[in-house]
């Protein structure tokens, strides 16, 4: 079956690094495009960057414009959010997610979703 799975996370002081890596499974991951959403206590879950199925070309979401690095390696069917400069907003727990072919726009649009992993940033 499918499998997406989380890790990284952990609790960090504003200004600090996180990595968060993906390993995915269970299918053809270079037909996948790919990204990462978070949803903090309250809110909705939000975009924060994706990624095409080559890696050649990525977006992010304006509030991490800048800090974020969206990477992918094909070879290990792996997803990475290199995450720096962190802040107290950027608390959430982070998703990972797989949509065949087509770019993701929207949290509506992933095919699997992870499980999630919780990032927790003091000030």
């Known amino acids: 079956q499918v499998q997406l799975v989380e890790s990284g996370g952990g609790l960090v002081q504003a200004g600090s690094s996180l990595r968060l890596s993906c390993a995915v499974s269970?299918?053809?991951?270079?037909?996948?495009?790919m990204g990462w959403f978070r949803q903090a206590p309250g809110k909705e879950r939000e975009f924060v960057a994706r990624?095409?199925?080559?890696?050649?070309?990525?977006s992010y979401a304006d509030s991490v414009k800048g800090r974020f690095t969206i990477s992918r390696d094909n070879a290990k069917n792996t997803v990475l959010l290199q995450m720096n400069n962190l802040k107290p907003e950027d608390t959430a727990v982070y998703f990972c997610?797989?949509?065949?072919?087509?770019?993701?726009?929207?949290?509506?649009?992933?095919?699997?979703w992870g499980q999630g992993t919780q990032v927790t940033v003091s000030s």
């Open positions: 269970g299918l053809t991951f270079n037909r996948y495009t």
């Open positions: 990624i095409s199925k080559s890696g050649d070309s990525t």
């Open positions: 997610a797989a949509r065949l072919w087509v770019v993701i726009a929207s949290q509506t649009d992933p095919d699997y």
